[in-house]
């Protein structure tokens, strides 16, 4: 089994990708992607390093070397074992000889196929296991009584010849099958001609194609967003020295609501709001106080047409900030006395205005079109408003050279943008866990005046970078974990060992614990265990446990997981082409499973199932000359046909696979079958593993509403015209409850089911992804789906897809401190009670939110502790606890907790609350809800911890200054506020990618990361620094990249130079440029490149891979584009950053009088 060790060369694997780096063989880990800097992208990129790593200190040992307990590696005879009585249920072909087309031309009819299958295979074949006994013969084929036979075609029809030979026959042959079960499943003449019409995808570039297209790929991952952007902002440290940084958590007083300041212009930067009057500004951001407030707008209205300040646009440092840095920027905007625009209830003056948008928020001015000389007195400008650009590059200059060190309680990390590596020094990485406070208030009067919700954002499963280890595996033999007595937290570091050892004292329940003889340890003079160092459990916040056999199923150690791949094979998804790749790259693909450690081969089993209104079930068991299928007509009442040569591992069947994979689009190549059926299809997958006594995950790619006549049959209900009133939610709810139904059986069985979408039209996301979504699994959508534009992001999710760390059967329960406790859970995931979150499987890119609440008073002194642990069946069929723990603490004084929110997690939970809500209440109450919990928390900070200025001003606290930017992108996002071009579908699919999201990618969901490609340096692998996301911030003649994990555009202003265009597209003019285009052409020359190089450093830092969308300024696709500049009026109707800022400081203003 030497293919794991290759490299992978071949063309499919030739490119950078998350999946390979990351999951592959320590063979490959290590080596930079060529153009990625390793240290920037290492999350992305490493191999496990926990692996490998160096002797660990004695006691305890990396998972790497960790010997296979209890997990068979044969997987033949685990599989035999299972199935003890199918001896003989499916005879070998009895060609061995492969006679391909002859067997096929010589293929009866279905019936006769029925017969002989009958009759010889039937008795003995009968299924002896529970499962399959359990089912009604109905549609038995292998029961002798059950009449209609539809079912299974024996052996000898089984053997495809070489595809291209016998496919007539094959296709002829399939077809007698069907119709010999149900009639109504027979293959229309070929003159009927349906089909073709309804399925044909539209145009490329036209609007309705991108805009379902739109978020197809979701993505994300861990990563923070690494990028070495900070040149330009050292510059303000110079300038004003001794002003505070941001981390110094100041509040910040935002300008245009500062009474007329005294003066204007640049001045030190005193931060505090203490002062009360204007102040200069200080910090290169605009988010300093005392900035001036600009005049009227002398340029444009929100249009790129109207070139921006130069000071934004051009020179070294494109980012907005500099022109806060240098001061008022230029004549363009004049310092202005501030106005106190709150006085009539009024917002203030918005500077772009954008034509045709009526306010957003009663009250708000409807700014004319008129292009003009600005008519209205006073507005706010945007460089003094807080910037999240600004507060990114603060953070990563400030604390990106630094490890993190996780020894101190309370730390607030770095942000999720910023670059860093962890040392655990006995708290959890942040990139385990984050939360919206590493402070909490000690009652929970405090915490409700303050609405500050307290939650932790927990990835037990996430990838580390490689210079990070891996948490080691602790085996304590077949004792197992040492557990406090009482409320069964186990052993951690802030546990308190007294009685000179013999003792621990809980620091969860404050139980106090035998410790177990073989487990005890002296202490030194400080009460420390002197093997303190030596043990994980003691000394660091990540660990892992053996788990003994009471921690399994039916005190059972579990089998090897398996893999099924179960591919829609109707008309659709063969001609798009969809078959056919598919199979191509899991030819490839499964030699790519996951492995644990240094197995040589992966212990996951594979099985396949091709459908259409029936399921084709195949057997590929090594001793097979060729693949036999088994057609299960009778969907109602699913059952799996065959155990033994169904689920098999790769290597052995290797040849059979190969043969199956090649004659399956050989097979359908001549359907004429649109109509699918979905849930029979996750039940044979369900079934498939109770069958085989294991967990595992269901591959399933499919393309259409299932309206075929079966169980989970759905309708088309989808209603745009529900929008906006009390019957939305219903468009986010399931249309039946039979699939909740399903995810509960599935995930009883640890059966995690991935869905691959490849819709031409509506297919009703919100219900078919209910199994997806309660058993942990990920959702993938290609609309109007491709194969030249869209096979190379479908391939690399499926690759990442398969490849990626993932364990089965999980259960996760968060222990708490006394006085808090973990009361409500968010993400992809199923509950059967209220402490317990159950995942048929949880990868390494899946989160889960948790939110705590009071139940008592906490104390200073000993802060608060969380216990996340996690039990789950490693891909080896290992079973293992990972522990997380993280200490936090806890405040008399609200300013405490203020100083230490996280308001990047703050807006995850939100977001997750907030999608959530939808499907129980209006969207509008939801949007209300989130507005004015957000202004109750920036109100409670100007009541209790500003000092006393102006009503007129607004504070905001320094860690919460991107609050309002944040919310307002939550509020207008699609789920919440959709606009006319985002289908029922991308809502519901939003919704759900969002649930599972980290830190990171909600950051960069809801504010995408705009770069200026013109502005990059092609000598450095550095990106060039982000901006704004603001049209004003666009330049005509530069050339921008967008991105927000699910997308990529790359905007090209009409006054783009020919040279520039010539050299990233290889056309000689700006009308040349094909906006239809889902690569850069490959050039050489330095800017081609170093493009191609970031759109690559990107791809590779989400979890999914991003479609690329060229957009033309002035073309249609510019709206789309629009769409993403989040700081701008949306379509929607959303507002732009500036009228929403003004809007929660009136409500802010209204809670406060
Ligand atoms: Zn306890």
């Known amino acids: 089994m030497s293919v794991n060790q290759q490299a992978h060369t071949g063309p499919p694997y030739g490119q950078p990708q998350p999946g390979y780096q990351g999951y592959q063989q320590p063979a490959y880990g290590g080596q930079p992607l060529p153009g990625v800097p390793q240290s920037q992208y290492g999350a992305y990129n490493g191999p496990m390093p926990g692996y490998q790593q160096p002797v660990p200190p004695q006691g305890y040992f990396p998972s790497l070397g960790f010997p296979l307990k209890g997990s068979p590696v044969s997987l033949n005879s685990d599989t035999s074992s299972l199935a003890p009585n199918f001896i003989g249920s499916l005879r070998a072909p009895p060609?061995?000889?492969?006679?391909?087309?002859?067997?096929?031309?010589?293929?009866?009819?279905?019936?006769?196929?029925?017969?002989?299958?009958?009759?010889?295979?039937?008795?003995?074949?009968?299924?002896?296991?529970?499962?399959?006994?359990?089912?009604?013969?109905?549609?038995?084929?292998?029961?002798?009584?059950?009449?209609?036979?539809?079912?299974?075609?024996?052996?000898?029809?089984?053997?495809?010849?070489?595809?291209?030979?016998?496919?007539?026959?094959?296709?002829?042959?399939?077809?007698?099958?069907?119709?010999g079960s149900t009639t109504a499943s027979a293959p229309p003449p070929a003159g009927l001609g349906y089909g073709p019409t309804t399925s044909v995808p539209p145009v490329s570039g036209s609007f309705s194609a991108t805009g379902s297209g739109l978020y197809t790929p979701y993505t994300a991952s861990q990563g923070p967003s690494p990028t070495s952007v900070s040149q330009g902002l050292p510059l303000a440290q110079p300038l004003f020295p001794g002003q505070p940084m941001s981390t110094q958590r100041l509040p910040t007083q935002v300008p245009g609501f500062a009474p007329p300041p005294s003066s204007a212009g640049i001045g030190p930067s005193s931060y505090p709001p203490s002062t009360g009057a204007p102040r200069p500004p200080t910090m290169p951001g605009p988010p300093l106080p005392g900035q001036t407030v600009a005049g009227p707008p002398t340029s444009q209205p929100n249009h790129v047409s109207s070139p921006p300040p130069p000071s934004t646009m051009s020179g070294p440092h494109p980012g907005p900030p500099m022109s806060g840095l240098h001061g008022p920027p230029p004549p363009t905007h004049p310092p202005q006395p501030g106005y106190q625009m709150q006085q009539n209830g009024s917002f203030g003056q918005v500077r772009g205005p954008q034509p045709n948008y009526g306010g957003a928020y009663p009250g708000t001015p409807n700014y004319g079109s008129q292009p003009g000389p600005p008519p209205p007195p006073k507005r706010l400008d945007p460089d003094s408003i807080p910037s999240p650009i600004q507060v990114i590059e603060d953070d990563r200059s400030n604390r990106g050279s630094e490890p993190f060190v996780t020894g101190v309680r309370g730390q607030v990390p770095p942000l999720v943008t910023t670059n860093f590596l962890v040392k655990d020094q006995g708290n959890a990485s942040p990139r385990y866990i984050r939360c919206t406070s590493y402070n909490i208030p000690c009652t929970s009067d405090m915490a409700k005046q303050s609405q500050v919700p307290l939650a932790a954002v927990i990835k037990p499963l996430a990838t580390l970078p490689p210079e990070e280890t891996l948490p080691y595996l602790v085996d304590h033999g077949e004792s197992g974990p040492v557990r406090c007595n009482r409320c069964k937290a186990y052993m951690c570091p802030f546990?308190?060992?007294?009685e000179g050892g013999r003792r621990f004292q809980c620091c969860f329940c404050s139980c106090v614990t035998e410790v177990p003889p073989h487990y005890f340890q002296h202490l030194d003079h400080t009460g420390k265990r002197v093997d303190f160092y030596d043990r994980p459990e003691l000394s660091l916040g990540s660990y892992e446990f053996l788990a003994t056999v009471d921690y399994c199923k039916n005190n059972k150690f579990p089998s090897p997981p398996a893999f099924i791949f179960m591919i829609d094979v109707s008309y659709n998804a063969v001609k798009s082409g969809l078959v056919r790749l598919i199979c191509e790259e899991l030819k490839s693909l499964l030699d790519y499973l996951p492995r644990e450690g240094n197995m040589e081969e992966s212990a996951i089993r594979v099985g396949f199932v091709t459908y259409n209104k029936v399921l084709h079930f195949y057997n590929v068991k090594s001793s097979l000359a060729q693949p036999q299928m088994m057609v299960v007509s009778d969907v109602a009442d699913m059952f799996v046909p065959l155990l033994d040569g169904f689920l098999v591992n790769v290597n052995e069947s290797r040849t059979v696979i190969a043969s199956l994979l090649d004659q399956i689009p050989e097979m359908f190549a001549d359907t004429r079958e649109t109509e699918t059926v979905f849930a029979p299809v996750i039940q044979a997958g369900l079934e498939a593993l109770k069958a085989a006594e294991c967990a595992g995950k269901l591959f399933i790619f499919h393309t259409s509403l299932p309206i075929a006549e079966a169980p989970g049959k759905l309708k088309n209900r989808d209603d745009k015209k529900l929008i906006n009133t009390d019957k939305e939610k219903t468009l986010f709810q399931p249309q039946t409850s039979f699939y909740n139904n399903l995810a509960k059986d599935c995930v009883a069985q640890g059966c995690c089911v991935d869905l691959f979408l490849f819709p031409?039209?509506?297919?009703?996301?919100?219900?078919?992804?209910?199994?997806?979504?309660?058993?942990?699994?990920?959702?993938?959508?290609?609309?109007?789906?491709?194969?030249?534009?869209?096979?190379?992001?479908?391939?690399?999710?499926?690759?990442?897809?398969?490849q990626k760390e993932v364990g089965f059967d999980a259960v996760m329960r968060v222990r708490t401190s006394t006085g808090i406790r973990a009361t409500d859970f968010f993400g992809a995931f199923y509950m059967s009670n209220t402490t317990d979150v159950e995942m048929a499987g949880l990868d390494c890119d899946k989160t889960i939110t948790v939110e705590f609440k009071h139940d008592d008073k906490l104390s200073e002194d000993s802060g608060a502790l969380l216990q996340c642990a996690l039990l789950y069946t490693s891909c080896a069929g290992q079973r293992r606890l990972r522990i997380h723990n993280l200490s936090l603490n806890c405040c008399t004084q609200l300013?405490?907790?203020?100083?230490?929110?996280?308001?990047?997690?703050?807006?995850?939970?939100?977001?997750?609350?907030?999608?959530?809500?939808?499907?129980?209440?209006?969207?509008?109450?939801?949007?209300?809800?989130?507005?004015?919990?957000?202004?109750?928390?920036l109100a409670c900070y100007r009541k209790n911890c500003a000092s006393p200025s102006s009503a007129g001003q607004?504070?905001?606290?320094?860690?919460?200054?991107?609050?309002?930017?944040?919310?307002?992108?939550?509020?207008?996002?699609?789920?919440?506020?959709?606009?006319?071009?985002?289908?029922?579908?991308?809502?519901?699919?939003?919704?759900?990618?969002?649930?599972?999201?980290?830190?990171?990618?909600?950051?960069?969901?809801?504010y995408p990361r705009l770069l200026p490609l013109t502005k990059a340096d092609v000598d450095s692998d550095s990106l060039p620094a982000a901006i704004r996301n603001s049209e004003e911030r666009l330049s005509k003649g530069d050339i921008y990249l967008l991105e927000n994990g699910l997308n990529i555009f790359v905007w090209v202003g009409v006054n783009v130079q020919q040279g520039l265009i010539q050299t990233l597209f290889g056309v000689s003019s700006f009308s040349q440029i094909s906006s239809a285009?889902?690569?850069?052409?490959?050039?050489?020359?330095?800017?081609?490149?170093?493009?191609?190089?970031?759109?690559?450093?990107?791809?590779?830092?989400?979890s999914r891979?991003?479609?690329?969308?060229?957009?033309?300024?002035?073309?249609?696709?510019?709206?789309?584009?629009?769409?993403?500049?989040?700081?701008?009026?949306?379509?929607?109707?959303?507002?732009?950053?500036?009228?929403?800022?003004?809007?929660?400081?009136?409500?802010?203003?209204?809670?406060?009088?």
């Open 95 to 179: 060609t061995s000889g492969a006679p391909p087309p002859a067997s096929g031309a010589s293929l009866p009819s279905g019936h006769l196929a029925y017969s002989q299958f009958g009759h010889g295979d039937v008795q003995n074949g009968i299924p002896a296991s529970a499962a399959p006994m359990q089912r009604p013969p109905a549609s038995q084929p292998f029961l002798p009584g059950s009449a209609p036979t539809p079912v299974s075609q024996t052996a000898t029809f089984q053997q495809y010849g070489p595809p291209p030979a016998s496919v007539q026959q094959l296709s002829n042959h399939m077809a007698g099958m069907t119709i």
């Open 495 to 498: 546990m308190q060992f007294i």
């Open 760 to 802: 031409n039209q509506y297919l009703d996301v919100a219900t078919l992804g209910v199994v997806t979504y309660q058993t942990g699994g990920s959702i993938y959508k290609y609309a109007y789906f491709q194969l030249e534009t869209d096979q190379d992001r479908f391939l690399n999710d499926l690759r990442r897809d398969v």
């Open 895 to 937: 300013a405490d907790l203020y100083r230490n929110c996280e308001t990047d997690t703050l807006i995850n939970y939100l977001a997750k609350y907030a999608y959530r809500g939808v499907l129980s209440s209006p969207v509008k109450t939801v949007r209300d809800a989130l507005i004015n919990q957000c202004a109750q928390i």
């Open 954 to 1006: 607004l504070i905001l606290p320094e860690c919460m200054k991107l609050l309002p930017v944040y919310l307002n992108c939550v509020l207008k996002s699609d789920v919440l506020q959709p606009g006319p071009e985002v289908t029922t579908d991308d809502r519901a699919y939003i919704r759900q990618l969002v649930t599972s999201m980290d830190v990171a990618e909600t950051n960069v969901f809801f």
């Open 1077 to 1102: 285009l889902s690569t850069l052409p490959v050039l050489e020359n330095p800017f081609s490149k170093k493009v191609r190089s970031i759109v690559d450093m990107l791809q590779v830092q989400r």
């Open 1105 to 1153: 891979y991003m479609k690329l969308i060229i957009v033309k300024q002035e073309d249609k696709l510019e709206m789309l584009f629009k769409h993403f500049l989040v700081e701008d009026k949306s379509l929607s109707g959303g507002a732009s950053y500036v009228d929403f800022l003004c809007h929660m400081h009136k409500e802010i203003r209204q809670l406060l009088s």
